[in-house]
């Protein structure tokens, strides 16, 4: 298996949300594009095969047009119109 890693991290309206180095971010490509492709509302869940426990979630927002994301101070929400 081939294995590639790199320092991710997630960040909205300038506050970093989520960081882990050595994270397998092909993995998380591969997951991310089929729960796009899925279009079902559902919540992401990415857990990857290197870990027992899931390393990102977030769920689709309608109300407010973003996404719901865990941070570490608690729930975060994020509007797509958020400041890039």
């Known amino acids: 298996m081939l294995r ?10 300038e506050i970093e949300l989520f960081s882990e180095e050595e994270f397998p971010i092909v993995e998380l490509a591969a997951q991310l594009d089929y729960w796009l492709r899925r279009d079902d ?22 109300k407010v047009g973003g996404l719901v994301l865990p941070s570490r101070n608690g729930v975060r929400t994020v509007s797509s119109r958020s400041k890039s």
Do not use: Q
């Open 4 to 13: 590639i890693v790199a320092t991710f991290t997630v960040a909205a309206e």
């Open 41 to 62: 509302g559902l919540p992401f869940t990415y857990d990857s095969a290197e870990s027992e426990d899931v390393l990102l979630s977030f769920k689709p927002e309608r």
